[in-house]
């Protein structure tokens, strides 16, 4: 069964970081495209980053480009996106899936964990 699971979401003051990971069983992350989302509450689900498969290039939102960086390692079959100078928009649901086209829009994924909470609160 293919199943994606999130942690590493908490409550973090302006400014500090965490770092999510994006666990993958049942099948091999290094061969799909690995996209990070959030949702707050009342707005869409937007792309947050993304990691291709083939080279491993990387696309940002442009709302955290510079502070978030998203990566793999492929010996865990894990990718993560460490979250630097977190600010309180920046609180959400975070959600990892996996697809074939590295895009920003989650109608381009096929599978998707089950998400993990993100609170930027003083």
């Known amino acids: 069964q293919l199943q994606l699971v999130e942690s590493g979401g908490g409550l973090v003051q302006p400014g500090g970081s965490l770092r999510l990971s994006c666990a993958a069983s049942?099948?091999?992350?290094?061969?799909?495209?690995i996209g990070w989302f959030r949702q707050a509450p009342g707005k869409e689900r937007e792309g947050v980053s993304c990691?291709?498969?083939?080279?491993?290039?990387?696309f940002y939102a442009d709302s955290v480009k510079g502070r978030f960086t998203i990566s793999r390692d492929n010996a865990k079959n894990t990718v993560y996106l460490q979250m630097n100078s977190l600010k309180p928009e920046d609180t959400a649901v975070y959600y990892c899936?996996?697809?074939?086209?590295?895009?920003?829009?989650?109608?381009?994924?096929?599978?998707w964990g089950q998400g993990t909470q993100v609170t930027v609160s003083s």
């Open positions: 049942g099948f091999t992350l290094d061969h799909y495209v």
């Open positions: 990691i291709s498969s083939s080279d491993g290039s990387t």
């Open positions: 899936a996996a697809g074939d086209i590295a895009a920003m829009t989650d109608r381009t994924y096929d599978y």
